[in-house]
Protein backbone atom coordinates (compact mmCIF):
# COMPACT_ATOMS: atom_id res chain seq x y z
CA UNK A 1 0.00 0.00 0.00
CA UNK A 2 2.56 2.26 1.01
CA UNK A 3 4.67 1.86 -2.40
CA UNK A 4 1.25 2.79 -4.01
CA UNK A 5 0.79 5.77 -1.75
CA UNK A 6 3.82 6.94 -2.96
CA UNK A 7 3.75 5.80 -6.86
CA UNK A 8 0.33 8.31 -6.36
CA UNK A 9 2.02 11.27 -4.53
CA UNK A 10 4.59 11.39 -7.53
CA UNK A 11 1.77 11.36 -10.07
CA UNK A 12 0.08 14.11 -8.33
CA UNK A 13 3.41 15.75 -8.36
CA UNK A 14 4.11 15.32 -12.16
CA UNK A 15 0.35 16.80 -12.93
CA UNK A 16 1.05 19.83 -10.78
CA UNK A 17 4.23 20.45 -12.06
CA UNK A 18 2.37 20.06 -15.60
CA UNK A 19 0.10 22.48 -14.29
CA UNK A 20 1.72 25.22 -12.77
CA UNK A 21 3.94 26.06 -16.34
CA UNK A 22 0.26 26.79 -18.15
CA UNK A 23 -0.32 28.61 -15.04
CA UNK A 24 2.36 30.67 -16.01
CA UNK A 25 0.74 31.49 -19.01
Sequence with gaps: DDA???T???SR???EK???PEDLL
Design 4 to 6: DGE
Design 18 to 20: EYT
Design 13 to 15: TLK
Design 8 to 10: RSK
